[in-house]
């Protein structure tokens, strides 16, 4: 088991008191709080090596250039990605679903279709929107049932030749869903077409084997693992990255330019253009680096109890109801009380020291298939307690008392 008195003593964070109570810190899956290690490599970066890269000979330039190169290698192995230049560092999950969109303008007509599911996050739905209205593809959704899983027999049946691309979260931000995406890679597959995953709400708590699952592309973000607002990884196999053209045009990202033909550098950087998060990039393989060091078997071990304990203490709550309900679930828990709106909720346990979301997470059409306007969301990381649902439980009770 965790030692997590020493964990929580690695967050700074959690030691705060908001509106004169110890926070209760339950919004992970909007961002999760940094570690010490974390925030101080940060300040070292700025403090010791702090260059541009890969443009100066001077050793400034070299090491900052090392300090990248090495982070990307980190990532390579914690995704088990076959190639460096196949992990392109990208501002965030949402950088990355546009920028394989937009590549993907180049590969569709009309009749095409693209596939998404019923449990996406708003930019896995907009930018493959604006795909189709640019070329005539068709976006069609897989459906979802009352637990929040996706129907798979009805996936199987939208795949055809027509499908160009199928994108997907591994797990739903809203409801916690675990979709089966190795099955899915291979089904689409067998049709010809492409899938990228959304990975933004698994590589909290797992650790993806991009080989294994054979997808096409993997998208997360670094700022929901421990690291830095503003970063990012896109996996892609290689042959996809070398056929879809460049995003965004400028430096870096060229071999030679004159004002008649400019040609694309290698990957990684033909997608890499401009100065990046430098700082960003080198310390998400510190926050990597550290998610390991803890373990994901711990992780996963930790979070499942506090999944488990949060859902029998909140249905303690007449009238509470849980959405989301699926088989294969992970620390999520989106609930509504009958009768009461969920941000009148959110905001006198706010005053509690309670941080929770409230709303419709960024993924409208779950709440529409459940017609309700949104849901309190509770969502836990590796460095909560049992203790902190006891308190969330207590003011949840006590806001329903206020409220009806
Ligand atoms: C957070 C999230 C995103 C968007 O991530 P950004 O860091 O805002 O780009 C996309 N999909 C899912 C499932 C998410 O949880």
Request: aromatic share 8%; glycine share 8%; net charge negative.
């Amino acid at each position: 088991m965790l030692d997590l008195q020493k964990i929580r003593a690695d967050f700074p964070i959690l030691s705060q008191t908001v509106n004169g109570k110890p926070l209760v810190y339950f919004d992970n899956g909007a961002t999760s709080q940094k570690p010490q290690i974390v925030i101080d490599a940060i300040a070292t970066y700025y403090q010791e090596i702090n260059a541009n890269i890969h443009r100066g000979v001077h050793t400034l330039s070299r090491l900052a250039t090392d300090a990248y190169e090495e982070s990307r290698g980190k990532i390579q192995n914690h995704i088990n990605a076959k190639l460096a230049c196949e992990v392109l560092f990208t501002s965030g999950t949402t950088h990355g679903i546009n920028l394989v969109a937009h590549g993907f303008a180049s590969f569709l007509k009309p009749g095409d279709e693209v596939l998404v599911s019923a449990l996406e996050h708003h930019s896995n739905i907009v930018p493959w929107q604006m795909l189709c209205e640019k070329t005539g593809a068709t976006l069609r959704v897989i459906p979802m049932n009352e637990n929040g899983e996706l129907i798979i027999d009805e996936f199987d049946k939208l795949l055809s030749e027509k499908t160009k691309i199928v994108t997907v979260n591994h797990i739903s931000n809203a409801l916690g869903t675990i979709n089966p995406i190795a099955y899915m890679i291979d089904k689409a597959h067998q049709v010809g077409a492409a899938v990228l995953i959304d990975g933004a709400q698994a590589v909290p708590h797992l650790k993806p084997d991009v080989q294994a699952l054979d997808c096409d592309f993997y998208v997360f973000s670094g700022h929901k693992i421990c690291g830095p607002t503003g970063t990012g990884i896109l996996y892609g196999k290689e042959e996809w990255l070398n056929k879809l053209p460049p995003y965004q045009g400028g430096g870096e990202m060229i071999k030679e330019v004159t004002f008649e033909k400019t040609t694309y550098a290698d990957l990684p950087h033909k997608f890499e253009a401009g100065t990046p998060n430098i700082a960003g990039g080198i310390v998400l393989g510190t926050a990597i680096d550290y998610m390991n060091s803890i373990g994901f078997d711990n992780i996963q071990e930790q979070e499942l109890a506090l999944l488990d304990y949060a859902t029998k203490r909140l249905l303690e709550i007449d009238g509470l109801k849980i959405f989301g309900t699926a088989k294969a679930k992970t620390s999520v828990v989106s609930f509504n009380i009958e009768g009461i709106h969920p941000y009148d909720i959110g905001t006198i346990i706010d005053k509690l020291g309670i941080a929770v979301r409230t709303g419709h997470h960024c993924a409208q059409p779950i709440m529409n298939f459940f017609n309700i306007p949104g849901t309190i969301r509770a969502s836990f990381a590796f460095y909560n307690t049992k203790e902190e649902i006891d308190v969330m439980v207590e003011a949840v009770k006590k806001a329903k008392m206020m409220l009806s």
